[in-house]
């Protein structure tokens, strides 16, 4: 009766904390993994999102020899805030240049918007050069994101600025980062 009795204790404390150990080491492994693979792909969006808009903005221009504006959300949803996406009467215009109104669905973190001066930038305008002075200000198109995290921005700018290795990478380059907000450049036109 004893060995019977023993046999059936279940599972002793040392081996459950053994278990238990696993699990926590699994898990530390894992769980940062999984993160890094979903911030990649919502950084991967915005990148796609910027080279769409950039193509966009570009024949935009070409076409009609104006800046466009393209704003996302619901209050914005008129034609005349989708100069890219839906139909303009204005000289020129032979789109739509994207495939689709933007939306939040083009921003893993928020709404977005297209804007074509550059006065609205953290800074004033982009150093391209990170040589420490503004040079693009003025007319000229680039794109904000809301919401972005820091990580997903640095990973953003890490695509788009590898070559500047100057200042600090939020106020440098193709892309800053500020209060969340992401800023790409897009394109610039003489002033
Ligand atoms: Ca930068």
Known sequence: MTFRTATRRGFSLVEILIVVIILGILAAIVIPGAAGAAEDAKAAKILATVDAVRTAVNTHYMHTNALAIEYSGQQYAAAG???????????????????????????????????????????????????????????????????????????????????????????????????????????????
């Open 81 to 191: 805030n989708h100069q890219l996406s839906l139909t303009q009467t204005y000289k020129g215009w032979s789109g739509p240049y994207l495939d689709h109104p933007l939306s939040a669905a083009d921003n893993p973190f928020g709404e977005l918007f297209v804007y074509r001066n550059f006065n609205g930038v953290a800074n004033g305008g982009f150093d391209l050069t990170g040589g420490g002075s503004n040079t693009a200000t003025g007319n000229g198109q680039y794109i904000v994101f809301n919401g972005v995290p820091d990580t997903v921005a640095q990973s953003v700018n890490d695509t788009l600025d590898s070559g500047i290795t100057a200042g600090n990478w939020r106020t440098t380059g193709q892309v800053e980062w500020q209060n969340n907000r992401l800023a790409v450049f897009l394109m610039d036109v003489a002033n």
